[in-house]
């Protein structure tokens, strides 16, 4: 698999670009993986053992599948899954790095894979077809958990892990004008219209549940000139290293954070949707072994938005394998062991 990040086309993801174009060929090339029936991929061969997680081998005798999207961050969460059933005593088939959502998506609603982790954001307003999403987080998995039962999938407890929209300024930059929050962002606007410049993505720039819309909620009004489009790789180091723009659109897992030293500001009104991570599970194979819970949830415990950005950033600025990355955490944090 690649170690170059490749973000995904949902929202909160990574960005809710390419969309409309991306989705045909998605939709067409999930149809065709279901009626192949995901027979391709690579068994995991990692000579693992029970940690904290897997004593007594629980999954022993079971043959699992589990995919992922293909970025950097889910491929990594899909790897500590496979990595955990194989020392829990299961068989695994790796199908990660699957290209786009729908594709994995289908696999887990077809039974085609087992298991991957999905974002609540993007099963409520994406798969399941909300316009408006729920501010508080827990409250939002609750929803979306419960809705996707008719489409045979079980969500686990979600993470804290919350890879969503947020704009982010330079800390050096930031030493001059304190800023905490869009709030205080809305008000250096009104204050001093000039200062407030955004670098976005076209995409970003348009929407109503991007820069528009956040306009809205926070009550300001940029000048056209102050708001800069560009591909979103460029954003983050034209924030860090460059006077083109005092804020930037970023994603808050993205690992390009701290490694750029940038400060991400705090969405005080909750505008932008809730993308946290959580297994999901084909249910025939959650009610075969129900034990997966137990596995999980330790792991899912441990994953937040500031884990994702290390991670992340082991990839995507190091330039290290996904399945090391995760294999690597989960071994640091205990999980599991090598025999």
Aim: positive net charge; aromatic residues 6%.
């Amino acid at each position: 698999m690649g170690t170059r990040r490749r973000w995904p086309i949902w929202p909160g993801e990574g960005g809710r670009r390419r969309v409309r174009a991306v989705l045909v060929g998605t939709v067409a090339l999930a149809l065709t993986l279901a009626g192949c029936g995901l027979k391709s991929g690579s068994p995991l061969v990692d000579d693992v053992v029970p940690g904290s997680v897997g004593r007594g081998l629980p999954l022993k005798g079971a043959s699992l599948t589990v995919t992922s999207k293909n970025f950097s961050e889910n491929i990594v969460l899909g790897q500590m899954i496979g990595l955990v059933f194989k020392a829990a005593g299961a068989e695994v088939l790796d199908r990660t790095n699957l290209p786009g959502s729908i594709s994995a998506r289908e696999a887990i609603v077809k039974g085609d894979a087992d298991a991957m982790y999905e974002y609540t954001g993007t099963g409520w307003i994406t798969y399941l077809g909300h316009a408006k999403p729920i501010a508080d987080p827990l409250e939002q998995w609750e929803a979306v958990r419960a809705a996707d039962r008719k489409n045979g999938v079980t969500w686990l407890p979600q993470s804290t892990l919350d890879n969503t929209y947020a704009l982010a300024i330079s800390r050096k930059k930031n030493a001059q004008y304190h800023l905490r929050t869009l709030s205080d962002v809305a008000a250096l606007a009104k204050r001093n219209p000039s200062a407030v410049t955004i670098c976005v993505e076209n995409e970003f720039a348009s929407r109503d549940d991007g820069l528009p819309g956040m306009q809205k909620a926070y009550g300001m009004s940029l000048p056209a000139g102050n708001i800069k489009k560009m591909d979103a790789g460029i954003i983050y180091t034209q924030v860090s290293k460059s006077d083109s723009c005092l804020l930037g659109e970023v994603f808050t897992t993205d690992g390009r954070i701290k490694a750029m030293d940038l400060e991400v500001l705090v969405d005080d009104k909750h505008f932008f949707p809730n993308y946290n991570a959580a297994p999901v599970i084909h249910t025939r194979t959650f009610e075969k072994y129900p034990q997966i819970a137990e596995l999980l949830d330790p792991v899912s415990r441990k994953l937040t938005t500031e884990v994702a950005q290390e991670l992340n950033a082991k990839v995507d600025v190091d330039g290290q394998d996904p399945h090391e990355v995760a294999k690597d955490w989960l071994l640091r944090e205990g999980f599991i062991k090598k025999r």
